[in-house]
């Protein structure tokens, strides 16, 4: 089948262009790596420095408490002027001190001090302090020999709560497939034109628009296995939840990239050599990138902007693929980002036509 | 359609503007069956301009053309399935093999030659895996010659087949060219290089600004010309040029130095005696004689008044 023959040799030549291939498939993951250590980075314990000076069962119980929260971090010091000198150069955050005659003066008054040195502009300092301060409530009470009347009974609900990865994953992938697929296309249309290629497949009796066709059918498997590719190292890797349906996911590629193409037929119309269709095509990709909700949500922009991305064809089809990607969302889940696609699928669709009917 | 058998190709009053530009301005010709048909020009005279019309790549601003008893303009598909087309300066597809582009060229026809068999037509079969741009320029012009022949056409078009190639490559295609005609293809190309329109074509179409200015065996259009010899010669000692224009068939002399002579002729088979006779008489030592034929840069710039190349 001669379509089917044309979309193999246009995905042999893709592939075999190995600087383009290295920019649609590795460059993402690349993206994926460096955001991944990044978003671990963030989830880091906080370190508690401790100075102990009664060496007692009291304070040996006040470190376990503390060591047993998860996110805490202790460590014991024996210097507390080292230890002040490192809170004073932001080397340390947090350190407390445990006095000496902490048990031998526990059951008089004044009450016995325990020190907490913080840095205040950290931002942590309130949970560490109010954590701090449940601890000694609670000592307090068990050296009082005061029964425990009220206990709380913690009941978490778990809100599913996404890490900077899991929300950065389908927005690289859909990056990746647009910067492909836009640049791809682009210079592949200027490159035949500046060859006279289309001009000798004229010469035959293939049709061009099948042709064309073939083009966008090979770029449209691309992305599919970009997309793959992309998340499966996502979810493999760094554990991003993937929970959506496989079909679901695809065809909100396929939808949006249908866009992508268009405006790489687009540009590579307009450009009159392989590197003005590179320059272009990037002209058309980097602002998108940048707004379009890959690395933060686009009501993070100053209200106006919000408004015209979320228009732009890039807004809608990150937002679909990281529903259903992450929530398992469907299409009904998204009548306005299917319906902005479809329209620029109509609008794109109508000036390839025209550009290329004017050549 | 009621075409003459032996007629392959034939234009009628062509004319093909852009906007204000007359490109191609009210040619007429026919191209019979297995002749190597030329249209020789300079750069800009229309050449590629007809040969698309005819390709069916571009389309006539008026005129009638049909190939192969169709018309162009009311079947253009027709007419590409059983033609070859070559463009100037045109290149393939950068990630694929000679084999795999010839594989995927013969299948947009009904028809189709396979490649191994294109690219030793060419000499090219040492070369099946290789991508284009590994190709040596020769090499490429063979190749978009072995592409023409996808389908197996009845006419193959090359627009300017050698531009750009070394003396020797270009030989070496012409012997291809030739090699394609005796399989009974009958070819157009169109070239600027008067050599290769003498070398190759059975006939020749000599275009200027649009218009054909004269077509004929390029024998014929040498002949045509009221001086079709021009003699050389350089001498030992000063001489004095009395005489030399009143030689039999001498029509001009050209120039003549201290130690040489130019001077034009209408048949050097008459002039020659008597410039001999000439020599002897005036103790003339001649240290170099060279007689040649005008050619079709002759014609051209007997037609038009200028270079066929500036």
Not at chain 1, 91 to 114: H, Q
Not at chain 2, 281 to 300: C, G, Q, R, S, W
Request: aromatic share 8%; glycine share 6%.
């Amino acid at each position: 089948m001669l379509l089917l023959q044309l979309t193999i040799a246009n995905v042999k030549m893709i592939v075999r262009n190995r600087q383009a291939l290295f920019w649609a498939m590795a460059f993402p993951l690349v993206m994926v790596v460096i955001f991944g250590l990044i978003a671990q980075d963030r989830v880091s314990t906080t370190t508690i420095a401790v100075v102990d000076y009664a060496q007692d069962d009291i304070s040996r119980q006040l470190i376990q408490n503390l060591a047993e929260v998860e996110s805490f971090d202790v460590d014991v010091r024996q210097d507390e002027a080292v230890a002040r000198d490192e809170i004073a150069d932001d080397d340390l955050n947090f350190l407390i001190i445990i006095p000496r005659d902490l048990t031998s003066k526990a059951n008089r008054t004044p009450p016995v001090e325990v020190a907490l040195i913080y840095d205040e502009t950290t931002q942590t300092s309130g949970v560490i302090l109010s954590a701090v301060s449940r601890f000694l409530d609670q000592m307090n009470l068990e050296i009082a020999g005061a029964p425990t009347r009220l206990v709380l009974a913690p009941e978490g609900i778990l809100i599913e709560e996404f890490s900077f990865i899991d929300f950065l994953l389908p927005g690289i992938a859909v990056w990746g497939i647009m910067s492909f697929s836009v640049i791809g296309v682009a210079t592949s249309i200027a490159n035949y034109r500046e060859k006279k290629i289309l001009r000798r497949i004229l010469a035959t009796p293939l049709k061009v628009r099948t042709f064309f066709f073939a083009l966008v059918l090979a770029y449209l498997g691309m992305a599919l296995i970009q997309a793959s590719l992309i998340l499966s190292v996502g979810g493999l890797v760094y554990g991003v939840p993937i929970t959506g349906n496989f079909l679901v996911i695809g065809l909100f590629i396929l939808l949006g990239n249908l866009v992508f193409l268009n405006l790489g037929f687009i540009v590579g119309a307009y450009s009159k050599s392989v590197q003005a269709a590179s320059g272009l095509g990037n002209l058309v990709v980097l602002p998108m990138v940048m707004f379009s909700g890959v690395f933060f949500p686009p009501d993070a922009l100053p209200g106006v902007l919000t408004s015209v991305v979320q228009f732009l064809p890039l807004a809608p089809m990150v937002e679909a693929v990281r529903g259903a990607t992450l929530e398992a969302k469907g299409f009904s889940d998204f009548p306005l980002e299917i319906g902005i696609m479809a329209l620029w699928i109509a609008l794109t669709s109508l000036v390839a036509v025209k550009v290329f009917r004017f050549q | 359609m009621s075409e003459p058998v032996d007629e392959v190709i034939s234009v009628e009053s062509l004319n093909k503007r852009f906007g204000d530009l007359v490109a191609v301005d009210d040619i007429s010709f026919s191209v019979r069956r297995g002749e190597v048909f030329g249209i020789l020009g300079p750069n800009g005279a229309g050449k590629t301009t007809t040969l698309e019309c005819i390709e069916g790549l571009q389309e006539p601003s008026s005129g009638r053309i049909s190939v192969l008893g169709t018309e162009v303009a009311r079947d253009p598909n027709t007419v590409k399935e059983r033609i070859g087309v070559q463009l100037q300066a045109s290149a393939y597809f950068d990630y694929l093999t000679l084999t795999e582009i010839l594989e995927l060229f013969g299948r947009f026809y009904s028809r189709r030659v396979p490649p191994a068999e294109l690219l030793s037509t060419v000499g090219l079969e040492d070369k099946a895996n290789t991508t284009v741009g590994k190709l040596s320029g020769g090499q490429q012009q063979r190749f978009t010659i072995a592409a023409t022949l996808v389908n197996d056409p009845e006419v193959v078009f090359l627009d300017e087949p050698t531009a750009g190639l070394d003396p020797q490559a270009r030989r070496n295609l012409w012997d291809f060219v030739q090699s394609i005609n005796s399989q009974g293809r009958t070819i157009v190309l169109t070239t600027h290089y008067m050599e290769e329109a003498e070398f190759l074509c059975d006939r020749v179409a000599i275009m200027d600004q649009g218009r054909i200015v004269t077509l004929d065996t390029p024998t014929n259009l040498v002949r045509s010309l009221p001086v079709p010899y021009e003699v050389r010669a350089s001498t030992l000692n000063e001489f004095s040029s009395n005489g030399l224009a009143d030689l039999d068939c001498v029509t001009e002399v050209l120039d003549d130095q201290n130690r040489g002579f130019r001077l034009r002729c209408s048949d050097a088979a008459s002039t020659m005696p008597a410039l001999m006779d000439w020599v002897a008489k005036n103790d003339i030592k001649l240290t170099h004689l060279e007689v040649t034929p005008a050619n079709l840069e002759d014609v051209f710039l007997s037609l038009t008044g200028r270079a066929l190349r500036d």
